[in-house]
Structure formats: C-alpha cells, structure tokens
C-alpha cells in the first residue's frame, strides 16, 4: 500500500485549479514556513474551511454568547463544562469526556501518525459566584465579565471543530478540543497540569486560545510564585492585652522587609516583580487579631531569579516573626504558615521551533505581523516541559478583561480563526485525499 505524504511536508502551486505537490524540508527557515503556509491554504479542502468561517461567524457568536451566560467562577466549572461537552458531541467528535479535575475533552482522530495536539481554551473567570454574566449588547459591542477572557476561546475552538467537520478536513495527527479548568488566580493551571501529569494522555504539541486579537504568539512562559502567608496569636483587647505580639504588626514589619529587600533584587538582573496583593485579618478596631493574613505574587522570565525572591519573602517574613516574638511583653509566641498557593513555572520554546514559526507565518499570512511574547497562561506548563507550546488570541477585540465591564467587539473575528486554523492544521498535517 502505498502511503501518501502528509501535507505539512509539501508546497503548492496552484495552475489552473489543478494543485502541484513538491517536496518541502519540514518547516526550516521563515521563508520555507511562510511557503509552507501559503501551500497549506490553497489547499482545497483547507481553503473551503477557511471560507466557512465567515459563513458560519453568526453562529460563533451565538456560541460565544451562550457560554459567556452560563457561570464559570473559580473552582466552579461545571455548568459551563456540561454545556461545552454537549457542544463538541453535538458537532462530531470521536469521543468525548470530562476528566478527574473537570477538563472537558473530545477528541478528533488523525490518520494514524500517533502524534496528538492538543487545541484549547480555559472555562474558568476570573468572577465569584452570583456575579451577573448576562450579555448585554451596545451597537457594535457585547458587555458582560468573561467574554473575552476566555469565553471568545472556546467559542473559537469550538469554530475550528465545526469548519473542519462541514469542510471534511482530515488530518495526520490526532487533534484533542479541550476546555481546561483553573487556568486563572488561585486555579493555578490545576486543569493543564493535570493534562501533563504522569501517565496523562499523550500530548505531542498544544495551542491555548486565551483572550483575543490575532498578533500575539506567546511561547515564553512567565514563571509565578503565590503565597498566603498566616500569622496567628493569642488575640485580646487592645487595652487589657496590650503587650500580646500582634499578628497585623507583625505583618506590617513583613511588608516593610521584604519590599526594602526585593526592591533592591528586582533592580538588575531578568525582569521580576513582587506585589503583595491582598491582607486582612481582626475582628474590631480595639481587639489584637488572634490571626491575620496576606497574599502575595512574585514573577520572574527567569526560574533562577524567582527562586531568588521567593528566598528574600520568606526571610522577611521569618525575621519579622522572630522580632515581634522577642520584643512582645507577654503571651504566647505568633506563628506563621506560609501555603505555596500558586506554582507557574518558566520557560520558553525557541522562537525558531516549528510551531512558533507556523504561528508567526500564519500571521504574517492574513497580513498582520506577528508579536513574539511572554505570558503566564496554561502554555506554561508545556512549554516548562519542553513541549511544542503556544498561546495566541481568538480574533476580534476586548477590552477591561478581568472586570464587570468587560467587553467584546466582533472586528476581524473571523479572520483571527482563520489564524487559529492554519496553525491547527500546519502542525497537525492535512492528509491528502487520493
């Protein structure tokens, strides 16, 4: 039996509407990725799907619409993974599951090469539970919280799904449409490591669609630590107990250290930040606290340079402990826990890898310029484990992500899919038809 070439490796020229195939290296230099995709697109097969994107935005909208409405606050995934569920059964997938953390997965076989690439958007928001998700539109824009960030990439992913099935497209790879959980705050990536967990399911490459736009390549993973650091105390009256170490005073030396210390760290060296977000803590204005509490973030583009913080907050908070114990009058001894509550590690894929390269030609194709970066999203954990990762936005344009006045406006929408697609397809291989 003779096996045909599968499409990554092959270029077109269009004559006549008749496609001639000549052997291409697989995706060495820009200009060899570029023709790459081109050929790709010409396709006829892709090209149909393409096309359909336009056709069908009415209904990606209605899609992003109907899941921007069902609540997806953290932790609190599964309306919104039930629904996302049906959506993928009811377009045509092979199988179709939600895993032991609450990833939602269908999965659209190759083929037969073996390889999987993994497409994918986070159900989670940002937002608690009761906030008001309903859509409300104003002339040419879409208001509700979550909209963009990232309810547009599952809408996108969804999309691709669809023009791929009505258009017939096959592919050599395995391709798994995924919702994740616990991409955002104290998720802490929880669903996409979960992916790559050992013994999870093979995954050979992975594309996040996080927010929207159709520039951005993200193949640098920005590493994070997050801490809730606790201090607790005896606690008593501000008058009659006075002399008791305070857990806030406590605290409060912390913050002082350990801002004196990292501001001093994070002058020179990779970029790295530190915030303490977030404290609290008491009861009433005239009682010590028996306990108080604050969050902190600390980022580095480097994993030797966040060590290096990480090392400088917890001695700030050790001596500040061990100072308020010495100098308090009486009472028992503060203590403090320090819980690790956020771990994103670093990392990047070379901006000369196959994929990044696909994702940059892919741009450059729809005539847009891509914009190599950084970020911290579930291509994080990919990329830290050397994993052919990138994370680009799902067409159109947004606006005050993370807040209730989030918005959305469908300029361009289609054509930033049109991207995501390409990409697909370039990694994963359009089989030929014979």
Same mark, same amino acid.
């Given at each position: 039996?003779?096996?045909?070439?599968?499409?990554?490796?092959?270029?077109?020229?269009?004559?006549?509407?008749?496609?001639?195939?000549?052997?291409?290296?697989?995706?060495?230099?820009?200009?060899?990725?570029?023709?790459?995709?081109?050929?790709?697109?010409?396709?006829?097969?892709?090209?149909?799907?393409?096309?359909?994107?336009?056709?069908?935005?009415?209904?990606?909208?209605?899609?992003?619409?109907?899941?921007?409405?069902?609540?997806?606050?953290?932790?609190?995934?599964?309306?919104?993974?039930?629904?996302?569920?049906?959506?993928?059964?009811?377009?045509?997938?092979?199988?179709?599951?939600?895993?032991?953390?609450?990833?939602?997965?269908?999965?659209?076989?190759?083929?037969?090469?073996?390889?999987?690439?993994?497409?994918?958007?986070?159900?989670?928001?940002?937002?608690?539970?009761?906030?008001?998700?309903?859509?409300?539109?104003?002339?040419?824009?879409?208001?509700?919280?979550?909209?963009?960030?990232?309810?547009?990439?599952?809408?996108?992913?969804?999309?691709?799904?669809?023009?791929?099935?009505?258009?017939?497209?096959?592919?050599?790879?395995?391709?798994?449409?995924?919702?994740?959980?616990?991409?955002? *705050? &104290? !998720?802490?990536? @929880?669903?996409?490591?979960?992916?790559?967990?050992? +013994? =999870?399911?093979?995954?050979? $490459? #992975?594309?996040?669609?996080?927010?929207?736009?159709?520039?951005?390549?993200?193949?640098? *993973? &920005? !590493?994070?630590? @997050?801490?809730?650091?606790?201090?607790?105390?005896? +606690? =008593?009256?501000?008058?009659? $107990? #006075?002399?008791?170490?305070?857990?806030?005073?406590?605290?409060?030396?912390?913050?002082?250290?350990?801002?004196?210390?990292?501001?001093?760290?994070?002058?020179?060296?990779?970029?790295?930040?530190?915030?303490?977000?977030?404290?609290?803590?008491?009861?009433?204005?005239?009682?010590?606290?028996?306990?108080?509490?604050?969050?902190?973030?600390?980022?580095?583009?480097?994993?030797?340079?966040?060590?290096?913080?990480?090392?400088?907050?917890?001695?700030?908070?050790?001596?500040?402990?061990?100072?308020?114990?010495?100098?308090?009058?009486?009472?028992?001894?503060?203590?403090?826990?320090?819980?690790?509550?956020?771990?994103?590690?670093?990392?990047?894929?070379?901006?000369?890898?196959?994929?990044?390269?696909?994702?940059?030609?892919?741009?450059?194709?729809?005539?847009?310029?891509?914009?190599?970066?950084?970020?911290?999203?579930?291509?994080?954990?990919?990329?830290?484990?050397?994993?052919?990762?990138?994370?680009?936005?799902?067409?159109?344009?947004?606006?005050?992500?993370?807040?209730?006045?989030?918005?959305?406006?469908?300029?361009?929408?289609?054509?930033?899919?049109?991207?995501?697609?390409?990409?697909?397809?370039?990694?994963?291989?359009?089989?030929?038809?014979?």
């Amino acid at each position: 039996m003779t096996t045909l070439p599968t499409f990554r490796t092959l270029a077109a020229a269009v004559i006549a509407g008749t496609t001639i195939f000549a052997v291409l290296p697989s995706a060495t230099t820009g200009q060899d990725v570029d023709q790459e995709i081109r050929a790709l697109a010409q396709h006829p097969v892709v090209r149909r799907a393409v096309d359909l994107l336009e056709e069908t935005d009415a209904r990606t909208i209605s899609d992003l619409v109907e899941l921007t409405q069902i609540p997806a606050p953290p932790f609190m995934e599964d309306r919104r993974g039930a629904r996302f569920l049906e959506m993928l059964q009811e377009l045509g997938v092979d199988s179709a599951w939600v895993d032991e953390v609450g990833n939602v997965i269908g999965l659209r076989r190759g083929s037969g090469s073996g390889t999987v690439l993994a497409l994918t958007g986070h159900l989670d928001t940002v937002f608690p539970e009761g906030t008001d998700v309903s859509v409300q539109e104003r002339g040419d824009t879409l208001f509700a919280p979550g909209i963009g960030d990232d309810t547009r990439g599952l809408a996108a992913v969804l999309a691709v799904l669809r023009v791929m099935n009505e258009a017939g497209v096959r592919t050599d790879s395995d391709i798994l449409f995924v919702g994740t959980v616990g991409e955002e *705050g &104290l !998720g802490d990536l @929880r669903g996409v490591k979960h992916l790559f967990r050992d +013994g =999870g399911p093979r995954i050979d $490459a #992975f594309i996040s669609i996080d927010g929207t736009g159709d520039t951005g390549v993200t193949h640098q *993973g &920005l !590493g994070s630590h @997050r801490y809730r650091v606790t201090v607790r105390g005896p +606690g =008593g009256h501000s008058w009659g $107990a #006075f002399g008791l170490a305070n857990p806030l005073h406590a605290l409060g030396r912390a913050i002082d250290y350990f801002d004196t210390s990292a501001d001093a760290v994070t002058r020179s060296g990779p970029r790295t930040s530190y915030n303490v977000g977030r404290i609290g803590g008491g009861t009433s204005v005239n009682s010590i606290p028996f306990e108080a509490w604050m969050e902190v973030d600390m980022r580095s583009e480097s994993p030797e340079s966040l060590t290096k913080i990480d090392e400088v907050f917890q001695r700030s908070v050790r001596r500040a402990i061990d100072e308020a114990n010495v100098s308090r009058r009486r009472g028992e001894e503060l203590t403090v826990d320090l819980e690790l509550i956020g771990d994103r590690p670093s990392g990047e894929i070379a901006a000369e890898a196959a994929l990044v390269r696909r994702a940059a030609a892919a741009t450059r194709h729809i005539g847009l310029e891509p914009r190599l970066g950084r970020g911290s999203t579930d291509s994080n954990i990919p990329i830290s484990k050397g994993i052919p990762a990138v994370t680009i936005g799902g067409g159109g344009v947004a606006g005050e992500a993370h807040s209730p006045g989030e918005w959305f406006i469908n300029r361009n929408g289609a054509r930033g899919i049109q991207r995501i697609l390409l990409i697909t397809l370039a990694q994963a291989g359009v089989t030929p038809v014979g």
